[in-house]
Each structure stands twice: as structure tokens, then as C-alpha cells.
């Protein structure tokens, strides 16, 4: 969602008449995304619900950045999305107001999102290979609290002064994506800062950190079998990668054309402005499923697990079936 575009390509790159959109494209764009979108939003509310009703699930410490990520996708389903899809259904931004709102959604919450990733995944690094750091209150507070609030507010201040308090001029074109980009992207060091720090910074590093966590959790299991607790790191493990796969996948096509651009300018603008722009809206729409697919507690609630080669006892039968059989209890077996 941070593109990488200079102030002498947004004048001339066609912002200004959009040719690649045509009225069947966008309605096709404009159903997928609602659907998507509701789906998504039943199962965050689904989600949410059972956050609430579960206190175990919410105060475990490797859920807190995996909870928070469901919210932020929620919050950009409900607020940045609704905007790109009234744009797709009538074709252009309403007002000016739309435009500044519709820059802030779409960036704040992408970047909020994606450092918000950043974050889990050198956490997990922590909480599977040095859990001791977070033992205590003062642990707690200064290597989990404080890291995810500065990667929930610092992008959101930051695009707050950026795009409602940068000292310009704000000239939209409501027929274009994003209305062409707020007055702030005219500046091409800002906008290199910002490309840099929100699109190729951050997808590096989860990229980087998610291969070097693979790594660890293999050589240390060979290393240190009896000493910890695999079976519980490998659900950490996974639970991690599911959604930050997410994250690469989504992420770094748009990284990828950026870098190609700084060489050639003109490379894939189209397929950016046609396809790009609006795949990426899939990452938060598909992340409520990808935690609630992890939540094993919620899947786990009535199973029992139970050796085949022993015979079942009294509560196993109950709790299979609701049904008591006295012939299959070791007990009274045991008295015949």
C-alpha cells in the first residue's frame, strides 16, 4: 500500500486521467470485495466474541500480537475498505474530505498492520527461546507492552501530521485511485522515507525473522530435545508463520515492482493501478480466518484424547458419547 512514486511520476503517470479502469472491472472488483468483506467481518465478530466470553485465550501473552492484528484487519475492513468500495461503485471520490479520509485509512492502517507483524514475529523469537524475559511484571512492560504499543500509535501519529497537518496544498483528482495521493507525496524524500520505512523495511524483516525463527526451532530440537517443550513451540511456530506468509505474500509483490522502479519508472504501473491496489485489501480479509484456523482451543473444546490400547474408562465414556455403560468401566470389570 506504500507505492513508490515520485513526485514527477504522480504528474505524469496518468493520476490525472486514468485510463486502465472500465466500469465491468470495477463492479467485478466492487462484489469480490463485499463479499469478502462480510465474511471477514462475521468472523472477526466471531472471533471478538469468543476473546470476551474465554479470558485464558486474551491474557496468554503469545495471543496478545495475533488479537491485536485481528483488530487492526477489522478496523481497516470497516473503515478504509468501505471507502475504496464506494469509489469502485460510482466510479470517483465524493468530496475532498473522502480523499484526505480515504489517504489516512489506507496507509495508517497498512502500516500499523504491518510493523504490528514486524513486532510478532521477533516476539516469538523471545517467548520460544528466552521466556524468562517475560516472567516478570517489568519484563512484561518493557519487551511486550511497550514494542506493540509504539508499533500500534507511532504510524498512526505519523500519517496523522502527514497527510492532515503537512504544511501544502492538497490537490485531488477524484476520478483517481486514491485521489491521487495526498499534497506530502510531492515530496520525494518523504515519499522514499515512507516507501522505505512502511513497504520494504518492515516486509524484510518479517520475511528475515519468520526464516530465522524456521531455523532455530530446527537446529535447537536437535540440540536440546528434552528441555523444552516442542510440541507447545511448534504451535507458536505455526501459528506465526500462517499468518505472517500472509503478510509476504501479499506484501512483497508491490515491494518487488517498487525496487524495479527506482530503474524503471514506468514498470507495472498499470498492473498496480488495476490489480495491486486492491489484492493487498485481501491480507486483512483473510487474517480473522488464517487466527481463528490457529485458535486451537476453540476446535479442542469437547475432544478427549484417549490411548486406543487401554480400556476405556467411566469418564471417557461419558464424555464420548453422554451415554454410562457399565460393561466397558475398568471398575466394574474389575469386580466381575
Same mark, same amino acid.
Given at each position: ?7 514527477t ?41 469468543h ?15 495475533i ?62 527461546f528466552h ?22 500509535? *507511532?504510524?498512526?501519529? #505519523?500519517y496523522?501530521?502527514?497527510?492532515? +497537518?503537512? &504544511?501544502?496544498?492538497?490537490? %485531488?483528482?477524484l476520478? $483517481? ?8 507525496a ?16 518492515p ?15 530446527v ?10 517443550n ?11 508463520l ?16 517498487g ?11 498499470? *498492473?498496480?493501478?488495476? #490489480? ?5 485489501? +485481501?491480507? &486483512?480479509?483473510?487474517?480473522? %480466518?488464517?487466527?481463528? $484456523? ?34 466397558t ?8
Amino acid at each position: 500500500m506504500n507505492p513508490y512514486n515520485n513526485s514527477t511520476e504522480i504528474t505524469n503517470l496518468s493520476y490525472k486521467d486514468i485510463s486502465f479502469e472500465t466500469n465491468i472491472a470495477n463492479l467485478i472488483k466492487f462484489i469480490i470485495l463485499l463479499i469478502f468483506q462480510l465474511l471477514s467481518i462475521c468472523c472477526s465478530l466471531f472471533l471478538f466474541f469468543h476473546l470476551i466470553t474465554k479470558p485464558k485465550l486474551r491474557r496468554s501473552l503469545r495471543n496478545h500480537t495475533i488479537i491485536t492484528l485481528v483488530i487492526i484487519s477489522f478496523f481497516q475492513t470497516i473503515s478504509d475498505l468501505p471507502l475504496t468500495l464506494e469509489y469502485l461503485r460510482i466510479g470517483q471520490a465524493s468530496s475532498s474530505v473522502f480523499c484526505l479520509l480515504w489517504n489516512f485509512f489506507a496507509l495508517s492502517n497498512y502500516a500499523v498492520g504491518v510493523w504490528v507483524m514486524t513486532w510478532a514475529s521477533l516476539e516469538r523469537h523471545f517467548l520460544i527461546f528466552h521466556p524468562g524475559l517475560m516472567n516478570t511484571t517489568r519484563g512484561k512492560i518493557f519487551f511486550h507492552y511497550i514494542p506493540l504499543f509504539i508499533s500500534l500509535f *507511532i504510524p498512526w501519529m #505519523y500519517y496523522i501530521v502527514m497527510i492532515f +497537518f503537512y &504544511p501544502c496544498t492538497n490537490t %485531488f483528482y477524484l476520478s $483517481a485511485l486514491f485521489c491521487g495521493w495526498c499534497c506530502y507525496a510531492y515530496n520525494d524524500a518523504l515519499v522514499m522515507f515512507n516507501w522505505l520505512t512502511y513497504g520494504v523495511l518492515p516486509v524484510c524483516l518479517i520475511t528475515i525473522l519468520n526464516l530465522w525463527l524456521i531455523i532455530r526451532v530446527v537446529l535447537q530440537k536437535r540440540h536440546v530435545q528434552q528441555q523444552i517443550n516442542w510440541r507447545q513451540h511448534r504451535r507458536m511456530t505455526v501459528q506465526l508463520l500462517s499468518v505472517s506468509c500472509l503478510y509476504i505474500f501479499f506484501d512483497e509483490p508491490a515491494v518487488i515492482i517498487g525496487i524495479i522502479r527506482l530503474g524503471v519508472p514506468t514498470f507495472a504501473v498499470d *498492473i498496480q493501478i488495476l #490489480y495491486l491496489y486492491y489484492i493487498v485489501y +485481501f491480507l &486483512p480479509l483473510l487474517v480473522p %480466518f488464517v487466527c481463528l $484456523a490457529n485458535f486451537r482451543e476453540l476446535w479442542n473444546k469437547n475432544r478427549v484424547q484417549v490411548n486406543p490400547l487401554m480400556p476405556l474408562t467411566r469418564t471417557h465414556t461419558v464424555r464420548r458419547t453422554g451415554i454410562v455403560k457399565p460393561t466397558t468401566c475398568v471398575a466394574q470389570t474389575s469386580k466381575v
